[in-house]
């Protein structure tokens, strides 16, 4: 498709290189708005899940077996379960998929999982389907490199998938499935609504899905429901809970790549993503990109650094962020997961401008994730805070108390209920 031939969008082009999108003028015709879903192809997928979920708190949304939809010659050379698990921390229907990575190697072949690439999904959110809708259209007149677009289930997010210059797939979703009060997935009869091509729009609303299945008499509650959660033994301000933490939010991203100007023009020319800042860490140059008002939503170190920092060699992941509720939680966080025999470690401040406490904990697949609980949010002006301006932090001193930052608790806030 030709760039001439993108006046059918409904982000309308301007006519001075830009769209009108919700009637503002942008660059692309879609706005991304925060990390949504992140996904790890997993070579011990049921231990990596009851660690997400025993230990971080993860609850299972819903698990995708695939036992009966694969030819038999294709599960022979599978390595454990052929699954995909779902999980959540909020009311999204996933936030953390985790897949068997012998499966997903197996079923798509080498040239769709290049070695490096352990990530199966950088999701981000965008504000409507039109924008998706528009997004699958210039990504086609861009010649972005596209895997597929439509609507997956479980879930029900409308998408697009596309890949950066390493092969990690990013996606451009909206309007994924909620799971409300009782605490039910949609049942299975609700997924007859995927769509494995992008369909026409207007498309019906979720509220029309709804109505619908109950005419046809589907049962909302039979749907999955996570399991017992274990003993709420830990007051939580003023919640009982299986822990003494909550994570509130996901993201930041940060990927190894193999080329840092390839990776920053992807995430900003075809992305949007805005940088941040730039900092060079032991003659490295590493990058950090926002798309809304937290310093960083994607940071991208060079390849190089890797073995430096100890990280694993197996992926391209450096690290995903969790964002703890507060301060105290993530410090009983860190003695938690310490008393769990959890492979914890901290690394220089430089590396992540933006952020003051915070620690790493490997996964069973040696795929690290960082909790923290402040993020510096980036105003109007759209500059980052001064280096000197922000809080100096001794590796491995975790005061009681901490002094407030003038952008404390502010940022996406999370809705609850905590538990």
Same mark, same amino acid.
């Given at each position: 498709?030709? $760039? +001439? ?14 769209? +009108? /999108? ?24 049921? #231990? ?40 959540? %921390? ?12 012998? *499966?997903? $190697? ?22 409507? &389907? ?5 997004? /699958? ?19 029900? =997010? ?7 210059? #390493?092969? =990690? ?27 494995? @091509? ?62 840092? +100007? @390839? ?14 800042? $730039?900092?060079?860490? $032991? ?5 950090? &990109? ?10 991208? %170190? ?17 690290? &995903?962020?969790?964002?703890? +509720? =507060? ?27 933006? *952020? ?46 901490? @002094? ?16």
């Amino acid at each position: 498709m030709s $760039e +001439a031939g993108l006046e059918n969008l409904y982000a309308q082009p301007t006519g001075d290189g830009k769209y +009108a /999108v919700g009637g503002v003028k942008l660059d692309r015709p879609f706005k991304v708005v925060r990390l949504g879903h992140f996904g790890l192809n997993s070579d011990h997928v049921e #231990d990596t899940a009851r660690f997400y979920t025993e230990l971080l708190g993860f609850e299972v949304s819903d698990t995708l077996d695939l036992s009966d939809r694969l030819p038999e010659d294709q599960l022979s050379k599978i390595k454990g379960p052929p699954i995909g698990v779902f999980t959540r %921390y909020g009311s999204d229907h996933h936030a953390l998929v985790l897949f068997n990575r012998s *499966m997903r $190697e197996v079923r798509d072949g080498p040239k769709r999982w290049p070695a490096g690439v352990t990530i199966n999904q950088i999701t981000w959110q965008v504000g409507s &389907l039109a924008q998706v809708s528009d997004a /699958v259209d210039w990504f086609a007149a861009k010649q972005v490199p596209t895997v597929r677009s439509g609507r997956d289930m479980p879930g029900s =997010n409308w998408h697009t998938y596309i890949t950066d210059p #390493d092969g =990690n797939v990013n996606e451009l979703y909206y309007g994924i499935e909620q799971i409300g009060w009782d605490g039910h997935s949609k049942p299975l009869e609700m997924h007859d609504r995927g769509f494995r @091509e992008w369909p026409e729009l207007p498309q019906i609303s979720e509220y029309r899905e709804v109505t619908d299945a109950l005419t046809k008499g589907v049962d909302p509650t039979s749907g999955h429901r996570a399991a017992d959660r274990g003993a709420e033994g830990f007051d939580v301000d003023g919640v009982l809970m299986a822990r003494p933490f909550k994570i509130t939010a996901m993201g930041p991203v940060r990927l190894f790549m193999t080329d840092i +100007a @390839e990776g920053i023009r992807f995430y900003s020319e075809k992305l949007g993503f805005t940088v941040t800042e $730039e900092v060079t860490y $032991e003659g490295h140059r590493c990058v950090f &990109l926002r798309c809304n008002t937290a310093h960083h939503a994607v940071a991208l %170190y060079p390849l190089a650094l890797r073995e430096q920092l100890g990280l694993s060699d197996h992926s391209f992941s450096f690290s &995903l962020g969790l964002r703890i +509720a =507060n301060y105290r939680q993530l410090r009983n966080a860190r003695g938690f997961l310490i008393d769990k025999g959890c492979d914890l470690f901290e690394l220089p401040g430089e590396l992540f401008p933006g *952020m003051d406490y915070n620690f790493l904990v490997r996964d069973p697949d040696g795929h690290v994730v960082q909790l923290y609980a402040y993020m510096e949010q980036v105003g109007w002006d759209g500059r980052p805070r001064p280096a000197e301006a922000r809080r100096k932090i001794t590796p491995g001193d975790w005061p009681e108390t901490i @002094e407030a930052a003038p952008d404390a608790f502010m940022g996406e806030p999370f809705l609850g209920p905590l538990a």
